[in-house]
């Protein structure tokens, strides 16, 4: 099994490019079936979770070509057969397809998704709004089959702002006879990218990027031509490194404006950074404070930063609590950290901890617990001293681009093997 060995305690200086979002293109190549008429789709990431899409598309013989950081996908001849258990398993974002293939053909048979051990993560709203728009489902264990004679729009009003109910409602909506409310909709930046991509196709959607979505649905959907946003966690993983081993470390290509939970939290510790238009750059590593962090829906403190956040907190000075709302597993990366010599705690219901600091990180052999688990092992691999073995890699490559590239090339000695 590969792992990343890294050298930790390399300064880092250059430019760090951000790339498409992994959380917008994972709802963007399964949206694109509901055109009637091929799409192309640009600022691709090359993650192994779009090789996992790519596998499902195929699979419906929907024709996709890949070209570096573009995707053309021509869904014309697709064929709406059950999407097996293992392709259904491989990763969080197959149950787009729940939403896309039921807008599109009135039908869907899949399995439950895979992704990240972070929580139960259920998807009981994805299946009230389903109903709600007039599907029937059929539940035997893992299995489902979503099927309407005709799909309706309707109110929904969601219990919890889930990002993947509101894509998933959007896209069953949009061809959906009628107007489709959504109450309480998740407002996250790949809502709102998701939304003009459908829109440039043809759809009527309003509201995407608020609390409440309105879809007028429509009978076709023609070609477009969509880029991805940036990753605004990619961004948040590399600004978190720079504030810990940057010296000027530029991170561009992104949008500040999506990170400004993040931004107020780290100079709230002392961290002073340059913003531009779409890029920061971290002068050099001060003396930092302890600090609190509670995660949130957007525009919250994100959830997915928090385990690399984690990492920062233990080179601050005090005691800093971490509240973690959104998952009720999301601190085993924690364990995993302590091998390298951080202070914390973890309370037994497993949402809150507490990092003491300022602790110096020392290299150990550690395990991946999940994507962004294992980008905070890499980030402590990276500010430790002596070497860290990262196992369970592919967790990381789920979801960052050219990892390895991007951190040598500022520096960071860093490689699989
Ligand atoms: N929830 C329910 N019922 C549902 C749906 C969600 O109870 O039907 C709960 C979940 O169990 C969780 C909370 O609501 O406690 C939030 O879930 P949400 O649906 O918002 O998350 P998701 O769609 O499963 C996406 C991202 C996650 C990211 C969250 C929150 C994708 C593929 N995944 O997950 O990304 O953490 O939104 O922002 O877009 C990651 O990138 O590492 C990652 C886990």
């Known amino acids: 099994?590969?792992?990343?060995?890294?050298?930790?305690?390399?300064?880092?200086?250059?430019?760090?490019?951000?790339?498409?979002?992994?959380?917008?293109?994972?709802?963007?190549?399964?949206?694109?079936?509901?055109?009637?008429?091929?799409?192309?789709?640009?600022?691709?990431?090359?993650?192994?979770?779009?090789?996992?899409?790519?596998?499902?598309?195929?699979?419906?013989?929907?024709?996709?070509?890949?070209?570096?950081?573009?995707?053309?996908?021509?869904?014309?001849?697709?064929?709406?057969?059950?999407?097996?258990?293992?392709?259904?398993?491989?990763?969080?974002?197959?149950?787009?397809?729940?939403?896309?293939?039921?807008?599109?053909?009135n039908k869907v048979e899949m399995y439950f998704p895979g992704g990240c051990s972070i929580g139960a993560r259920p998807i009981n709203l994805h299946l009230k709004g389903f109903e709600l728009l007039g599907a029937t489902i059929t539940e035997e264990g893992n299995h489902f089959t979503i099927e309407a004679e005709k799909l309706k729009g309707a109110h929904i009003y969601l219990d919890f702002p889930s990002v993947g109910a509101t894509i998933n409602i959007m896209l069953a909506a949009v061809k959906a006879k009628g107007k489709t409310v959504i109450d309480n909709a998740a407002a996250e930046p790949e809502i709102a990218n998701i939304a003009t991509f459908l829109n440039n196709m043809g759809a009527k959607i309003k509201g995407a990027g608020t609390s409440t979505i309105t879809i007028t649905g429509v009978k076709y959907l023609h070609s477009c031509f969509h880029e991805v946003i940036p990753d605004r966690i990619e961004a948040g993983t590399y600004l978190i490194l720079a504030s810990l081993i940057g010296d000027n470390l530029k991170i561009d290509n992104m949008i500040p404006h999506h990170l400004e939970a993040l931004i107020a939290k780290l100079k709230e510790a002392g961290v002073e950074m340059e913003i531009g238009l779409d890029n920061i750059t971290v002068s050099s590593p001060g003396n930092y404070k302890a600090t609190d962090i509670k995660t949130l829906v957007y525009p919250g403190f994100a959830t997915d930063l928090q385990q690399v956040m984690s990492v920062f907190l233990t080179q601050c000075k005090g005691r800093s609590s971490i509240e973690e709302t959104i998952y009720e597993n999301r601190f085993n990366s924690l364990y995993e950290l302590e091998k390298m010599g951080a202070i914390v705690k973890v309370r037994n219901d497993n949402h809150k901890a507490t990092i003491k600091g300022k602790t110096p990180l020392v290299g150990a052999d550690v395990n991946a617990t999940d994507l962004r688990g294992g980008a905070a092992l890499l980030v402590a691999g990276l500010i430790a001293s002596g070497v860290t073995n990262i196992d369970n890699i592919s967790y990381i490559l789920r979801g960052y681009d050219h990892i390895i590239e991007k951190l040598t090339n500022v520096g960071a000695k860093i490689e699989i093997i």
Do not use: Q, W
């Open 1 to 105: 099994m590969a792992k990343i060995r890294i050298e930790g305690g390399h300064k880092l200086s250059g430019t760090i490019p951000i790339s498409g979002a992994k959380n917008s293109v994972v709802a963007l190549i399964p949206a694109a079936i509901l055109c009637d008429e091929i799409v192309t789709i640009s600022n691709v990431p090359e993650i192994t979770d779009v090789d996992d899409l790519e596998n499902i598309l195929v699979h419906l013989n929907a024709k996709i070509t890949r070209t570096v950081g573009k995707v053309e996908i021509n869904a014309g001849d697709i064929i709406n057969k059950e999407i097996t258990e293992t392709l259904s398993k491989k990763l969080r974002a197959s149950y787009y397809f729940m939403g896309a293939l039921l807008g599109k053909f």
